[in-house]
């Protein structure tokens, strides 16, 4: 059993169109500089679960909603959080071709009952291969093409533990980790 721990954020997509994410620290889980004899450390993230709900009570997006939605976790230096609206993704970030994209869904309201359709998961690590963060910070990103009709918060939560690279594993994930 590894040390296994969860770490979460959260973005209300309010009734707005566009891009938003919120930023999450992880400096103090990550240390990629090998010093004399240690190693760097990095974080794995076996597991992402992403939640769809309505913001104003914690139950389902209601049946009748309507809106369509793109999200993703993406290891990302020093991006500054913004409200869906004001941010700004650039095109080819959102697709499982980003060497930066840990986790991605997509989400439709307007299914027959709450909380259908399930949100549509095209890229998530797993416990036989994780994705192993090396800097600062992750981002909850998403793009917002069809305004929700209710305010729908859109939470993740991530499974992770701290691991030891060797120095040769932490240069490559350097280099594939740089916008």
Avoid: H, W
Wanted: glycine letters at 10%; a negative charge.
């Amino acid at each position: 059993m590894k040390d296994v721990f969860y770490l979460d954020t959260a973005i209300d997509t309010t009734t707005s169109t566009g891009d938003g994410l919120a930023t999450l620290d992880l400096s103090s889980y990550v240390d990629p500089i090998a010093r004399g004899r240690a190693k760097g450390t990095g974080l794995a993230i076996y597991k992402v679960f992403f939640d769809f709900s309505n913001s104003a009570d914690n139950a389902p997006v209601p049946s009748g909603s309507t809106g369509q939605l793109r999200c993703g976790l993406i290891s990302s230096p020093g991006l500054p959080s913004a409200a869906v609206g004001s941010g700004s993704i650039t095109a080819g970030t959102l697709v499982a071709g980003n060497d930066l994209m840990i986790a991605g869904a997509d989400f439709a309201a307007g299914g027959t009952a709450a909380g259908d359709p399930a949100p549509n998961m095209f890229l998530k690590p797993s416990k036989e291969v994780p994705y192993v963060v090396v800097r600062d910070q992750v981002s909850l990103m998403v793009d917002v093409k069809t305004a929700m009709s209710t305010n729908t918060l859109l939470s993740v939560r991530l499974e992770c533990a701290q691991v030891t690279l060797d120095q040769s594993t932490l240069n490559q994930l350097l280099r594939t980790q740089t916008v």
